[in-house]
């Protein structure tokens, strides 16, 4: 293992432990954006996918990451879609739905953090790019593309595996690459391209306000 990869791998252990503190500062962070995602969420766009609509509460998820980092963005994720159960929207709220909305919102996580760390590793990585648009084409671009088309694949997955058992329609399953594929290819483009929007601006406002 070489000196660079030894070193990331510091800065990931490094990073893990200072994102797991708690303080004040953090636990209000933690309430604003779990309120502020979970709300965000409930504004439900019709597609023309029929029943499936689209939101963007993933997108300040995503950004929730970015804030708080991957400990607290997935406990954001976990608890967000229960949430939705007691507050009225367009499309009712019911267990298996939201069981649904917090795997693809895990799945999503989980996969944008790990191709972004694994990134960092790859040889042609040799200086992290100071400048944003370079480190835009060099890292988010890339990754965003590849967690688009994984996440995609994983939520027909879990359609495939028990969601559409769980809500008793077994028969769409002849129409996962018809119907559910090109949605959540369609759904997650408009996310991850929100995200690489708004993820600069909320950079910036951390550092100014140390967070």
């Given at each position: 293992?070489?000196?660079?990869n030894e070193?990331?791998?510091?800065?990931?252990?490094?990073?893990?432990?200072?994102?797991?503190?708690?303080?004040?500062h953090?636990?209000?962070?933690?309430?604003?954006?779990?309120?502020?995602?979970?709300?965000?969420?409930?504004?439900?766009?019709?597609?023309?996918?029929?029943?499936?609509?689209?939101?963007f509460?993933?997108?300040?998820?995503?950004?929730?990451?970015?804030?708080?980092?991957l400990?607290y963005?997935?406990?954001?994720?976990?608890?967000?879609?229960w949430?939705?159960?007691?507050?009225?929207?367009?499309?009712?709220g019911?267990?298996?739905?939201?069981?649904?909305?917090?795997?693809?919102?895990i799945?999503?996580?989980?996969?944008?953090?790990?191709?972004?760390?694994?990134?960092?590793?790859?040889?042609?990585?040799?200086?992290?790019?100071?400048n944003?648009?370079?480190?835009?084409?060099?890292?988010?671009?890339?990754?965003?593309?590849?967690?688009?088309?994984?996440v995609?694949?994983?939520?027909?997955?879990?359609?495939?595996?028990?969601?559409?058992?769980?809500?008793?329609?077994?028969?769409?399953?002849?129409?996962?690459?018809?119907?559910?594929?090109?949605?959540?290819?369609f759904?997650?483009?408009?996310?991850?391209g929100?995200?690489?929007?708004?993820?600069?601006?909320?950079?910036?406002?951390?550092?100014?306000?140390n967070?």
């Open positions: 293992m070489n000196l660079k070193n990331h791998i510091q800065q990931v252990k490094t990073y893990f432990i200072s994102a797991l503190k708690l303080t004040t953090k636990v209000t962070m933690i309430s604003i954006l779990l309120a502020l995602t979970t709300l965000i969420s409930l504004l439900e766009i019709p597609t023309f996918f029929g029943f499936l609509t689209i939101d509460g993933s997108t300040i998820n995503l950004l929730a990451v970015v804030v708080l980092k400990p963005g997935l406990l954001i994720g976990i608890i967000m879609p949430l939705r159960l007691i507050i009225p929207h367009t499309v009712p019911n267990v298996v739905g939201e069981l649904s909305y917090m795997l693809s919102t799945s999503l996580i989980l996969i944008y953090c790990s191709f972004h760390m694994l990134f960092k590793l790859l040889p042609y990585w040799k200086n992290e790019p100071t944003w648009w370079k480190r835009l084409l060099i890292v988010e671009l890339p990754v965003v593309i590849i967690t688009c088309i994984l995609s694949f994983v939520n027909v997955f879990f359609n495939w595996a028990f969601i559409l058992d769980l809500y008793g329609q077994g028969d769409y399953k002849n129409q996962l690459w018809i119907i559910f594929l090109p949605y959540n290819l759904k997650f483009t408009l996310v991850l929100l995200f690489l929007l708004l993820i600069r601006p909320v950079q910036i406002l951390g550092q100014h306000f967070y």
